[in-house]
C-alpha cells in the first residue's frame, strides 16, 4: 500500500493511523521534516489548530509543509487540520498562523455552545449515494469558498464543511471516528494517483 503520513503533533493521530492501515496504507508518524519527505501522503488530524500551529513551527514543520503542499503531495485536513489547510482563518487566536493551500476562509468554533458538538448525515455526491454520518467537534465552518477551490458537501442550511482543491481535502467532521471509511478511500485515491505517475 501507499506510505502515508499522519501528522503526529497533537490531537485524535491515532483514530487515523487505524483507519489508514485498516485501508491498506503503511503509516508513518510525521513530527520531523526528514519523516515528512518520505511519505506519499499526509493527514493532519483533529486537535486544536493553535497549538499544532505553534508545534509545528518550533518544530521546523512548517515550511516544509508548506512546500510539501505546493509541490501537490495530497494532504486530507480534518477539523483542526482543514483550519490548518486553509488559506484564511477567522477567530483565529493572537498570532495564530494556517500552512494555507485550500482557497476558503475558515470559522473557528463556529457552530455555538449548544451545536459546538453535534452529528447529523451528510450527502456527499464525490463519494457516492450513500450519505455519510458525520461528527462534529467544536469544527470549523467553511464561510466562503474562493474560485481555485470546490465545496464537496454542506449542511441542509448551507453551510460549507467539506472542500476539495486539487491534491488538498479539507472536512469539518471527522469520518476517523464514525466507521464510514469513504472520505479516507477518496484521499487514498489521490495519493495512489500520485504515486504512480
Ligand atoms: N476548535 C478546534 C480548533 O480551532 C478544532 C476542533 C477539532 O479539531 N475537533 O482547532
Known sequence: GPRVGVLA???????HAQVLTAL??????????????LVEGLVIPGGESSVMDKLARMF???????????GGLPVYGTCAGLIMLADTVLDAIAGQQSLGGIDVA???NAFGSQNQS???DLVIPVLGE???????IRGPVVESVGPAATALAGLDDG???????GNLLG???HPEITGDHRFHEYFLEKVRARAAR
Not at 130 to 136: C, D, G, N, Y
Not at 159 to 165: D, K, M, N, P, Y
Open 106 to 108: 475558515v470559522r473557528r
Open 171 to 173: 472536512t469539518s467532521f
Open 159 to 165: 453551510r460549507v464543511v467539506a472542500v476539495e482543491q
Open 118 to 120: 453535534f452529528e447529523t
Open 24 to 37: 491498506g496504507a503503511r503509516v508513518d508518524l510525521v513530527r520531523r521534516p526528514e519523516e515528512l519527505d
Open 60 to 70: 521546523g514543520l512548517a515550511e516544509p509543509l508548506k512546500a510539501a503542499i505546493a
Open 130 to 136: 450513500a450519505p455519510m454520518h458525520a461528527a462534529f
Open 9 to 15: 503533533l497533537q490531537g485524535d493521530v491515532r483514530e
